[in-house]
C-alpha cells in the first residue's frame, strides 16, 4: 500500500463526515432563509456559501495529507501574513456594521481577524511546546504579546467579538501547555477587574449600547438585526428537532476533535487540537449564546453554519489540522 493511499484511508472519516454535514446543512439554511428575498444580492448568499465550502473542503483534505509538523516552518510566515493583513485592513478595510472588518483582495472578500486567530493558536502551540522549559512568568509574557499584537489591531477596526474568541482560547492552551493554575487563576481575577473599565472607556458608543441592551433587553429589541442569528433562523425554519440535531452535530464533531488530541502523538499536536477545538466551542457558546440572551450581543458567527465566508474556508482548515495530527499520530509515535 502506498503512503498516500494509507493516508487517506486513515483520514478520521467520522470528524469529514460531522463536518460535511454541518457546512451542507448551513448551505440549506442560508437558501431556506434567503431564497424568497427580493433583493438579488441576499438571494445569492447560499451560493457564495457553497463556493466557500467547496474550497473549504479541498483545503482540508490538502492539510490532512500534509504532516502537520510543516507547522513549524508555516506557522510564522502565516501569523506575521495574518498582521499584514490587518494592517491593510485598517487603511483599506470595507466598514461593515459600525467595525472596518473586512479586506477585498480583487475578487476574494475576507476578514484578516480570522486567518489571524488560526495563525496565533499554531505559533503560540509551537512555542509552548518548545520552550517548556522556560521561566513561567516569561512564557506567559511572551504568549501575551503574540495575542497581544492582532487584537490590538483587531481592536482598531474596532471588531469586539473576535478580540473575545482569543481569551478561552489562550487560557485553553496555557492550562495545556502546563502553565501554573495560579497564573491562569490570577489572569482570570485581572480580566473580571478590568471588565467595568473596559466597558465605559474603552468601547465604543455602540458597543456599550450593546452592553446595556443584554442588562436591559427593553431598551434595544432590534439588536438582532444588525447580528449573526443563525440559531435563530434553524429554530425558525425546523423547530426543536433542528435546533437539537445542530447542537448534537455540533457536540459530536467537538468530542470527536478532543478525541484526536487525546491520541495526539506529542505536544505539538495536542495543542494544535486543542487550540482549534477551542475555537470553535467559543464561537458556538458564544452565537447560540447570544441568540438566547445569555451574553451579550457580539456579531460572531455560528461555525460552518453562518453565512460567513472565509471564516467557512478558515474552520476547515483547523479542522483539516485536527485531522493531519490523528492521520500522523503513529508516524510521532514512532
Not at 466551542?281 to 460572531?300: A, D, E, R
Request: a positive charge; one cysteine or more; glycine letters at 8%.
Amino acid at each position: 500500500m502506498t503512503p498516500f493511499l494509507r493516508k487517506i484511508l486513515g483520514l478520521n472519516w467520522l470528524l469529514l463526515a460531522v463536518m460535511l454535514a454541518l457546512a451542507i446543512f448551513g448551505v440549506i439554511a442560508i437558501y431556506s432563509a434567503t431564497y424568497m428575498r427580493e433583493d438579488p444580492v441576499a438571494a445569492e448568499f447560499w451560493r457564495k456559501q457553497a463556493n466557500w465550502v467547496v474550497v473549504g473542503f479541498f483545503a482540508f483534505i490538502a492539510t490532512s495529507l500534509i504532516d502537520y509538523k510543516w507547522i513549524r516552518w508555516g506557522a510564522l510566515p502565516m501569523y506575521l501574513a495574518g498582521l499584514g493583513f490587518l494592517i491593510l485592513t485598517k487603511f483599506m478595510g470595507q466598514k461593515v456594521y459600525g467595525a472596518r472588518s473586512w479586506l477585498h483582495l480583487g475578487p476574494v472578500n475576507f476578514q484578516p481577524a480570522q486567518l489571524a486567530v488560526i495563525a496565533g493558536i499554531m505559533v503560540l502551540s509551537l512555542f509552548l511546546s518548545q520552550f517548556k522549559e522556560m521561566h513561567s512568568m516569561l512564557r506567559l509574557l511572551l504568549c501575551g504579546v503574540i495575542v497581544g499584537a492582532p487584537c490590538l489591531l483587531i481592536l482598531l477596526q474596532p471588531d469586539l467579538g473576535e478580540v473575545i474568541i482569543w481569551a478561552p482560547v489562550l487560557m485553553a492552551l496555557l492550562f495545556v501547555g502546563g502553565m501554573p493554575v495560579r497564573y491562569l487563576i490570577c489572569i482570570i481575577l485581572i480580566v473580571i477587574a478590568f471588565i467595568p473599565i473596559a466597558v465605559n472607556l474603552a468601547l465604543k458608543p455602540y458597543q456599550q449600547e450593546r452592553i446595556t441592551a443584554f442588562i436591559n433587553p427593553d431598551i434595544d429589541r432590534q439588536a438582532a438585526v444588525h447580528n449573526c442569528y443563525s440559531f435563530s433562523a434553524v429554530g425558525e425554519q425546523w423547530g426543536f428537532v433542528g435546533g437539537m440535531f445542530l447542537l448534537s452535530a455540533f457536540a459530536l464533531l467537538l468530542l470527536t476533535c478532543l478525541f484526536v488530541a487525546f491520541c495526539a502523538g506529542d505536544q505539538f499536536g495536542l495543542l494544535l487540537v486543542v487550540g482549534v477545538t477551542a475555537l470553535i466551542f467559543t464561537h458556538i457558546f458564544q452565537n447560540i449564546g447570544m441568540t438566547i440572551s445569555i451574553l451579550p450581543i457580539t456579531g460572531v458567527p455560528l461555525p460552518l453554519i453562518s453565512y460567513s465566508g472565509s471564516f467557512v474556508l478558515m474552520i476547515m482548515f483547523g479542522l483539516g489540522i485536527v485531522n493531519s495530527v490523528w492521520v500522523h499520530r503513529k508516524a510521532t509515535l514512532r
